[in-house]
């Protein structure tokens, strides 16, 4: 057995999978499945298992997995989920001896639509044409009944992930349908970070008493240490109990980044597949020496360096700020140090981001306005320089999230 098998980061865990802690939520889920005509909702910190838990507790091949990043529309949703179970949804064109011409209809074999090999919706399309040159046909897809026609009482689960991606506007049709189609059977799972749980609720307040709620929170430290203790074992090699919870504290609450800090733990000891018996170096630079190297793996030097630059002044110094070591910063850096200071955690709310600054400061804090317009830019700045989002600035909670644990990691382990 190889220690890329035991240790997945990124993948589904056979050795090393924990759910002792989610016995509950996999019961309740298991219920609502049952029940029916519900939204199950999860809601969690990213990176904290619960896309792991959907599918080991639903099954990959019972599962339709969709992301609510880029979708501007219900249609891109839904297209997505009908790409995946195969349902064509299509546009076509043709050529006529240049009459003016109307199709309408169901979609579906019985509609005589040839492209269409199953599903039903309704679809009404018009074309003119001149002599041998048409138009293109128009299709016009009632996706929700299609929705209905292919998914009601299929045993198949929608499962919608970063449901707050989704713009509100869109939130609010998308709820209005997922209302529909539960009424007829269709079964779905969303999945936000915790302070966009009730998105779907706030977007249509008729779904508030059908959602099943299921909350993940950041895995503690002692959850953490079973993937290390029963990975390390597997292996055939042991960790001291102080390096088991110092990996687990620095994983963040993560299970994927504790794979990974214990993956390079074998790395680093040169333990590549089960042997002999082997005690794993467990002092402060083995810790080090595995932060570092789990550190590398994601780096994030570019997009921070411009993140601690913040945005172009206009003529007027920023306001600086005495910190340990006599050393002397404006407000973008003293954000970031507060972020990456003890403990760690990829949800910071406004208060305990002021207490954490405060901490660091010997002489003088920034305003808070200060504070809430640098998280602000800090989040813009990361976000085009990866191009993705990897912070998010909620201006309306005053919550900045770290949606990639790695990136805390390398705040923390940067230097």
Request: aromatic letters at 6%; one cysteine or more; proline letters at 4%.
């Amino acid at each position: 057995m190889k220690a890329t098998q035991v240790f997945t980061p990124g993948k589904e865990p056979e050795v090393t999978y924990t759910d002792d802690h989610l016995k509950e939520h996999a019961r309740i889920l298991r219920d609502a499945l049952d029940a029916g005509a519900a939204v199950i909702s999860l809601s969690g910190p990213s990176k904290s298992g619960k896309t792991v838990f959907i599918e080991k507790n639903v099954g990959h091949a019972a599962l339709v997995t969709v992301t609510g990043a880029g979708v501007t529309s219900p249609k891109i949703l839904w297209d997505r989920v009908f790409d995946i179970i195969g349902t064509p949804v299509s546009k076509s064109t043709t050529t006529t001896d240049g009459k003016e011409s109307a199709i309408g209809g169901k979609l579906g074999g019985e509609a005589g639509v040839p492209f269409l090999a199953k599903g039903s919706g309704e679809i009404n399309a018009a074309f003119k044409t001149s002599g041998s040159t048409a138009d293109k046909v128009d299709i016009a897809v009632d996706y929700l009944q299609l929705l209905i026609r292919e998914l009601s009482g299929t045993g198949l689960v929608v499962f919608i992930d970063d449901f707050h991606y989704i713009p509100k506007d869109v939130q609010t049709e998308v709820s209005n349908q997922i209302k529909e189609a539960i009424r007829h059977g269709v079964v779905f799972v969303v999945a936000s970070v915790p302070y966009h749980s009730d998105d779907a609720v706030r977007a249509n307040s008729d779904l508030r008493g059908r959602i099943v709620k299921l909350d993940f929170d950041y895995w503690r430290p002692e959850e953490l240490a079973k993937i290390a203790n029963k990975g390390f074992a597997a292996l055939n090699t042991a960790a001291s109990p102080a390096y088991v919870e110092a990996l687990s504290k620095e994983a963040a609450g993560s299970p994927q980044l504790m794979q990974t800090l214990c993956l390079n733990t074998c790395f680093e000891n040169d333990v590549r597949e089960k042997g002999s018996f082997k005690q794993l170096s467990s002092n402060r630079e083995a810790i080090k020496s595995v932060c570092t190297r789990t550190a590398a793996t994601a780096d994030y030097s570019s997009t921070v360096a411009k993140m601690i630059e913040g945005p172009k002044t206009r003529g007027t110094d920023r306001n600086s700020y005495l910190i340990a070591g006599n050393e002397i910063v404006d407000v973008y850096p003293l954000i970031l140090r507060a972020v990456a200071s003890d403990p760690p955690e990829l949800t910071q709310r406004y208060s305990n981001l002021q207490k954490r600054i405060q901490a660091i400061c010997i002489a003088g804090n920034p305003s808070g306005s200060s504070v809430t317009g640098a998280c602000s830019h800090i989040a813009n700045i990361a976000n085009s320089a990866e191009g993705r989002n990897v912070i998010e600035w909620d201006g309306e909670n005053d919550v900045l999230d770290i949606r990639d644990p790695y990136l805390l990691f390398f705040l923390r382990w940067k230097d």
